[in-house]
Each structure stands twice: as C-alpha cells, then as structure tokens.
T-cell receptor, first 116, second 113 residues
C-alpha cells in the first residue's frame, strides 16, 4: 500500500479480554514504532523495531503488552487481559531509517481501543 | 528526564490571521526537531524536520525556527485557513537514540471563519 495501514480502526472490548492490533508499514521501511495516545495527551513510546535488531521494548507499560514483527513487514501489538486504562489510540509509524537521521516518520491512522 | 513543553495548550484564531506556536525542550544533545500536524482522528503528518544546525525550515505557509542555544523552536502559520485546525506536535530526537523520540503534548489550534 501507499501508506501505513492499521487494523482494526476501532475496537471495543470487555475488560479482561485480549486484543490484537495490526500494522502494515510502508514497503521497504526498516524501522517501525508503536505509540499510545490517550485522549487529549501526547504520544507515548511503546516499542521500536529496526531491521533484524532486537526490538526496544522499553516503553511497554506492563507485561500484558507485547509486540512482534515479521522481518521488515507486518507487526502486531497484543494486549492481554485488557484494563480500562488501556483505552487509547494506538498509532503505528514506519521510517526508512532510524530517526537519528532525518528520515521522515509516516504514521498510520491508528487503532482506537475502548475497554468497557 | 528529557522534556518537550509546548505552548499555548490551545489557541483560537480567525481565518486569515497569523499565529505562532512555541516549543521548549530540555533534550540535549539532540539530533533533530520535527513539527507534526495531527487532524482529529487521524495520524500525525510531518510538516518540517530540522537538524540541530538549522535555524529555519519552511513548508508552504508553515515556517519553523530553531534556536539550539535557548532550546526553543516555534512554528509560524501564515494566513491561516480553516483546514489548519488541528493539533500541532513538536518532537525531538535525542542524539544517540534513534529509538525514543520525545513528543510534546501538542497545541490544539482552532481556526474560525
């Protein structure tokens, strides 16, 4: 696709259920990021993938959160035993290089998660 | 802790007017500073990217400035349009850390007819 694609765009789930969010980065982009954005707040870093390097998971808020990436393509963010405080928009972004360089970061439209 | 503070938190202006948004940061040293526009319900879109050695960068009606000595950046919007209504986010990349961009909370701009 032409841009970063995320699915689902909206997800409503019950507390305690597991959810899986998907991100398709732009083809050829080696760097992929997941962020969380709570209502009216800034973006919180969750996890970063760069090529075949070990991912930087330092932003994951708890062990209920995990993410995987297959090579340099699709990534999935999994939240287990969801809690109400997990309600947020989860944004995925990709870049041709790490952002230490001026590689532009392209964002998806986000997955809005609501935990009832 | 590296911080990026933006002001004002929100701003309302009339169509056609100019405005300036501020970004103060403590991230040091840093690699680059970016401004993003985020429409409601959409992902952020890049407006400008400046390295630490650049003082200004323009993108149409948007002009970003950077003063690395005072650790301040501004985004000036000229001849505002209704479509400029959005959140504007300042993002700083620390040197040596390609991974953890530091995001400001954004300035919510509303342009009224």
């Amino acid at each position: 696709g032409a841009g970063v694609s995320q699915s689902p765009s909206n997800k409503v789930t019950e507390k305690g259920k597991d959810v899986e969010l998907r991100c398709d980065p732009i083809s050829g982009h080696t760097a992929l990021y997941w962020y969380r954005q709570r209502l009216g707040q800034g973006l919180e870093f969750l996890i970063y993938f760069q090529g075949n390097s070990a991912p930087d998971k330092s932003g994951l808020p708890s062990d209920r959160f995990s993410a995987e990436r297959t090579g340099e393509s699709v990534s999935t963010l999994t939240i287990q035993r969801t809690q109400q405080e997990d309600s947020a928009v989860y944004l995925c972004a990709s870049s041709t290089t790490g952002t230490r360089n001026t590689g532009e970061l392209f964002f998806g439209e986000g997955s809005r998660l609501t935990v009832l | 802790k590296n911080q990026v503070e933006q002001s004002p938190q929100s701003l309302i202006i009339l169509e056609g007017k100019n405005c300036t948004l501020q970004c103060n940061y403590t991230v040091s040293p840093f690699s680059n500073l970016r401004w993003y526009k985020q429409d409601t319900g959409r992902g952020p879109v890049s407006l400008t990217i400046m390295t630490f050695s650049e003082n200004t960068k323009s993108n149409g009606r948007y002009t970003a400035t950077l003063d690395a000595d005072t650790k301040q950046s501004s985004l000036h919007i000229t001849a505002s349009q209704l479509s400029d209504s959005a959140s504007y986010i300042c993002v700083v990349t620390p040197s040596g850390s390609a991974r953890q961009l530091t995001f400001g909370s954004g300035t919510q701009l509303t342009v009224l007819p």
